[in-house]
């Protein structure tokens, strides 16, 4: 079992930034890889960025490439999802997600991923 709790959420103005973090509770975490996904009101969750078990491979969604950047610390049990150059379409509740997946390449999809944490809001202002 792995409990996962987020922080760092806020308002921000246009081209702002914020750094998210995750904390994880459980041994198991370094073992697998991490995600964070958002959610804006009125549409499904959208994956965001992923990083595999090791820290070795990331994956972004194109919206986000070159402006937001994941990372983890497994001695820390932690993933930090860096934000810059922030956008009022990124407004959204954000979530962190762990799941036991081993692959080189981190997964992108929800049901790749097992566990949750309870979500952060991030506002972005005009």
């Known amino acids: 079992q792995v409990q996962l709790v987020e922080s760092g959420g806020g308002l921000v103005q246009t081209g702002g930034s914020l750094r998210l973090s995750c904390a994880a509770s459980?041994?198991?975490?370094?073992?697998?890889?991490m995600a964070w996904f958002r959610q804006a009101p009125g549409k499904e969750r959208e994956f965001v960025a992923a990083?595999?078990?090791?820290?070795?491979?990331?994956s972004y969604v194109d919206s986000v490439k070159g402006r937001f950047a994941i990372f983890r610390d497994n001695a820390k049990n932690t993933g930090d999802l860096q934000m810059n150059s922030l956008k009022p379409e990124d407004t959204a509740v954000y979530y962190c997600?762990?799941?036991?997946?081993?692959?080189?390449?981190?997964?992108?999809?929800?049901?790749?991923?097992?566990?949750w944490g309870q979500g952060t809001q991030v506002t972005v202002s005009s």
């Open positions: 997600a762990t799941g036991p997946s081993r692959t080189e390449v981190p997964g992108t999809r929800p049901s790749e991923y097992t566990y």
């Open positions: 990083i595999n078990w090791v820290g070795t491979r990331r």
């Open positions: 459980g041994r198991t975490f370094s073992s697998y890889a």
